[in-house]
């Protein structure tokens, strides 16, 4: 198994060190694996898609413009 070194806040890291019973690298390599299955979900969506880029990000900049019309109501 390879290793990693992280740099946490240091508030975030005092927090921490008052919960021993928490495996930490565990719950670190969990939140990895998760986000791994995210990303290999979205490629597998991505893969015949035609969009670019481009087109997804002015998607998003609509969708981000419509909820902040909808939240600043």
């Excluded at 930490?24 to 990895?32: G, T, V, Y």
């Excluded at 481009?54 to 900049?61: L, P, T, Y």
Aim: proline residues 3%; glycine residues 2%.
């Amino acid at each position: 198994m390879a290793n990693m070194t992280l740099a946490i806040p240091e508030g975030l890291y005092k927090e921490m060190q008052q919960h021993p019973e928490f495996k930490w690298s565990e719950i670190a390599r969990e939140a990895f694996e998760k986000k791994i299955k995210e990303l290999h979900w979205i490629d597998h969506i991505l893969r015949n898609s035609e969009l670019t880029e481009q087109d997804a990000e002015k998607i998003g900049h609509k969708i981000k413009n419509e909820m902040a019309k909808r939240f600043l109501k």
